[in-house]
């Protein structure tokens, strides 16, 4: 069992940067593929990207490629989502969240068996 706790959400001008912190707690980080998933008002969960045990395997939604990165850092228990070049269209919770999966980049919510509590990011025009 993994426990997930999300931090650095806040308020940005568009064109800005903000990088979000996840922190792990429970059974071996580095067994797990880690993912961020975001939720506007009204709409539904969406994915944003994943990043497989080893970190070589990374994949991201075609809305935020070139503009978010993914890593993590087994040793600290720590993934993170830099994002750069934000819009007001990424405003939203941002989750994150740990499945299982043996293999692959899972992109559905039901593929995650652990989530965080989510933290807000607003980006204004």
């Known amino acids: 069992q993994v426990q997930l706790v999300e931090s650095g959400g806040g308020l940005v001008l568009a064109g800005g940067s903000l990088r979000l912190s996840c922190a792990a707690s429970g059974r071996s980080f580095s067994r797990y593929i880690m993912g961020w998933f975001r939720q506007a008002p009204g709409k539904e969960r969406e994915f944003v990207g994943c990043?497989?045990?080893?970190?070589?395997?990374?994949y991201y939604a075609d809305s935020v490629k070139g503009r978010f990165t993914i890593s993590r850092d087994d040793a600290k228990n720590t993934v993170y989502l830099q994002m750069n070049s934000l819009k007001p269209e990424d405003t939203a919770v941002y989750y994150c969240a740990a499945s299982g999966k043996a293999w692959g980049t899972p992109h559905l919510v039901y593929e995650y068996d652990y989530w965080g509590q989510g933290t807000q990011v607003t980006v204004s025009s």
């Open positions: 990043i497989t045990w080893s970190g070589s395997n990374i």
